[in-house]
Nanobody, 128 residues
Framework: QVQLVESGGGLVQAGGSLRLSCAASGGTFSRYAMGWFRQAPGKERDFVTAISWSGGSTYYANSVKGRFTISRDNDKNTVYLQMNNLKAEDTAVYYC?????????????????????WGQGTQVTVSS
């Protein structure tokens, strides 16, 4: 059983930056592809980005491409989400998730059901 704990959320002005972290425990971190999703009030949980087990492959939603960067440190069992040039529409609860696969297609990595383990989420609020 993998436990995931997100941190780093907060309130930031539009145009600012935040770095989210997700610490994993209870499993072999390097065996999992990792993803970040977000959910705004009254909306579905949406895919943000994913990274392969080694960090060699990444995939981004069009809405964040060029502004967000996902990375991972397998020695520290941690995945990161660097968010730059934040916009009001980025406001949401951000969740990290672990998939029981090293990597998949872009179609599968953006699907919620691909991921077996989820963190509790961290709130990101961007003021305009």
């Amino acid at each position: 059983q993998v436990q995931l704990v997100e941190s780093g959320g907060g309130l930031v002005q539009a145009g600012g930056s935040l770095r989210l972290s997700c610490a994993a425990s209870g499993g072999t971190f390097s065996r999992y592809a990792m993803g970040w999703f977000r959910q705004a009030p009254g909306k579905e949980r949406d895919f943000v980005t994913a990274i392969s087990w080694s960090g060699g492959s990444t995939y981004y939603a069009n809405s964040v491409k060029g502004r967000f960067t996902i990375s991972r440190d397998n020695d520290k069992n941690t995945v990161y989400l660097q968010m730059n040039n934040l916009k009001a529409e980025d406001t949401a609860v951000y969740y990290c998730a672990a998939a029981r696969t090293l990597w998949g297609t872009t179609q599968t990595m953006r699907v919620v059901n691909t991921y077996a383990y989820w963190g509790q989420g961290t709130q990101v609020t961007v003021s305009s």
